[in-house]
């Protein structure tokens, strides 16, 4: 049976993985249709009942949406790799020819809030520590691969013919 550890009695160190970032498009894209854009980009990209828009403002701009991410990771040189679940918060927000995005509260079902350091204490803290690189890496790709396609996406509108 896998070995994965509980967050009981574990305690990291660091700050909340976090990123965010500007992009600057085309100054003639207005905020209503980057809005509409970005609730398509969602849908699109979050497909699993997992993954929720739990604000959407149009006057505003803005869009939040709770995500779900499955990680493999890795315990140790002769452990199995195991599974979890990683939540996180995806902002998306809109001012003519700009966007803004945030993605934030990376949450593990066993580990809580996913930092940028180390486990610093825990009954089993070699393999916890194999496990939460694995789970920071693991984010530090989703983020990644998340920003690709955004800027994939709001790119392109850059280009379209209206």
């Given at each position: 049976m896998p070995l994965l550890v509980k967050s009981q009695g574990i305690v990291t160190s660091g700050s909340p993985i976090k990123k965010d970032s500007v992009l600057i498009l085309d100054s003639t894209l207005k905020q209503e249709k980057l809005y509409s854009a970005g609730l398509e980009w969602f849908a699109i990209n979050y497909k699993s009942a997992m993954n929720v828009l739990q604000l959407q403002d149009k006057e505003a701009g803005t869009i939040?949406?709770?995500?779900?991410?499955?990680?493999?990771?890795k315990s140790g040189k002769f452990m199995p790799l195991n599974s979890t679940n990683i939540s996180y918060t995806l902002k998306?927000?809109?001012?003519?020819?700009?966007?803004?995005?945030?993605?934030?509260?990376f949450i593990d079902d066993n580990y809580g809030l996913i930092k940028d350091g180390n486990v610093v204490k825990s009954t089993t803290i070699k393999i916890a520590n194999n496990q939460y690189t694995s789970m920071k890496t693991c984010v530090l790709d989703e983020i990644a691969l998340i920003e690709i396609k955004l800027i994939e996406t709001f790119k392109k509108l850059n280009k379209e013919e209206w």
């Amino acid at each position: 049976m896998p070995l994965l550890v509980k967050s009981q009695g574990i305690v990291t160190s660091g700050s909340p993985i976090k990123k965010d970032s500007v992009l600057i498009l085309d100054s003639t894209l207005k905020q209503e249709k980057l809005y509409s854009a970005g609730l398509e980009w969602f849908a699109i990209n979050y497909k699993s009942a997992m993954n929720v828009l739990q604000l959407q403002d149009k006057e505003a701009g803005t869009i939040i949406g709770k995500a779900r991410m499955s990680c493999v990771i890795k315990s140790g040189k002769f452990m199995p790799l195991n599974s979890t679940n990683i939540s996180y918060t995806l902002k998306l927000s809109f001012k003519n020819g700009k966007m803004k995005y945030e993605l934030s509260d990376f949450i593990d079902d066993n580990y809580g809030l996913i930092k940028d350091g180390n486990v610093v204490k825990s009954t089993t803290i070699k393999i916890a520590n194999n496990q939460y690189t694995s789970m920071k890496t693991c984010v530090l790709d989703e983020i990644a691969l998340i920003e690709i396609k955004l800027i994939e996406t709001f790119k392109k509108l850059n280009k379209e013919e209206w």
